[in-house]
């Protein structure tokens, strides 16, 4: 059979190639699961919208020997070798490169499986399709139509002609006019973004970034007051601030790492030690002025989002925003930016060979 399905038949047929040619069992019959990976956001998620669904999760599934025999929302955490469970299908919970160890595990041992995908573009796909709708560029369509089809099969090579230069993600699409602006940098790590953002635009009046990794705020902390010196800006030019952002000023389980990009909020108990502050943008700015919103924090963009909808609704800054931490993500960030500002346009980039680091661009002019 000819799986090929060019972006472009979206509206006519995503349905029809989800249900037939993802699916290795009907969904209406898959009523016990385990889901494999655990601590990662998108494990949360998949366990809540599968109970809203009527499905029942049996069992978490882990690679990490270390979370052997714990729980996490009242269910067990079993080990790979202890698959298959019988009457059960495994839903793979993770993304990214990750997934060819877990696919290749489970095909050796004839394990049906199917990914979190395949379950939420079959209940989801007018979503999708309002999405797509959204993008007046091809190359927007097609970026969105990849990610959301490696997302239901696991296969990478639908990215192989839409990457771009990884040194444009969140500024290069921008014309170099949009110059001293006030920006807020959420999940600003070392401040290779900040140091972006000045090769980019070449000026700032404010810019706020925020770090909650302690290891990743120094190396961020001590970066801008190199950059303050090489741009001669102003001492107040560059704020950095030591916490997350989400819906309200709270605290929430975070797992620092001093390995590049591998922080994360969990899904499991946090020690004190491992908690991070959360801010909300609308209550840290107060009704002051936002031109530009960039965020890559790992699933917590609707979050983050939720607490900036007066800002966003008040100023309509430009956004650049990661929509790839989870599949609901593809359709949630969108239609929410488009709820809170109906003239908002929309296009979409994508920068790795794999279904991670896409950005959607919101913007009014």
């Keep these: 059979m000819n799986t090929t399905l060019h972006y472009t038949t979206l509206h006519y047929t995503t349905l029809h190639y989800v249900t037939t040619l993802f699916f290795k069992r009907e969904c209406r019959v898959m009523n016990k699961i385990v889901v494999y990976g655990v601590n990662c956001l998108q494990a949360k998620r998949t366990a809540e919208w599968l109970k809203s669904i009527g499905k029942t999760i049996v069992a978490f599934c882990d690679g990490n020997s270390d979370l052997w025999g714990k729980s996490v929302f009242d269910v067990p955490i079993t080990s790979p070798n202890e698959l298959p469970i019988a009457d059960t299908v495994v839903v793979i919970a993770a993304y990214g490169q990750r997934t060819t160890e877990i696919i290749h595990l489970l095909n050796e041992r004839n394990i049906d499986w199917l990914s979190i995908g395949h379950l939420v573009l079959n ?14 560029d091809d190359t927007s369509k097609q970026t969105f139509f990849s990610l959301i089809m490696s997302r239901g099969n696991l296969n990478f090579k639908n990215f192989s002609s839409i990457v771009q230069p990884i040194r444009e993600q969140y500024f290069g699409y921008w014309n170099q006019e949009h110059q001293n602006m006030t920006a807020i940098d959420c999940g600003a790590y070392c401040g290779e973004n900040l140091e972006d953002y000045l090769f980019y635009f070449k000026n700032v009046k404010k810019y706020y970034a ?24 102003q001492d107040d030019a560059i704020i950095c601030i030591n916490a997350g952002l989400g819906e309200c000023d709270s605290e929430i389980g975070f797992t620092a790492s001093h390995k590049p990009a591998t922080s994360y909020t969990t899904t499991l108990e946090a020690s004190e030690a491992d908690k991070a502050a959360i801010k909300s943008i609308d209550g840290f700015l107060s009704g002051a002025q936002l031109d530009f919103l960039k965020s890559d924090i790992e699933g917590m963009e609707m979050s983050m989002l939720r607490g900036a909808r007066e800002t966003i609704r008040k100023w309509k800054p430009k956004i650049a925003i990661s929509i790839y931490h989870t599949i609901w993500d593809m359709y949630e960030i969108p239609l929410y930016l488009k709820s809170l500002v109906p003239d908002y346009k929309f296009a979409a980039r994508h920068y790795t060979a794999i279904d991670a680091e896409t950005v959607l661009y919101a913007y009014v002019r």
């Design 123 to 136: 209940h989801e796909v007018d979503n999708f399709r309002n999405v797509f709708e959204l993008f007046s």
């Design 210 to 233: 925020f770090e909650p990794n302690p290891a990743a705020f120094r190396a961020l902390s001590n970066r801008s007051e190199r950059l303050k010196c090489e741009w001669m800006l």
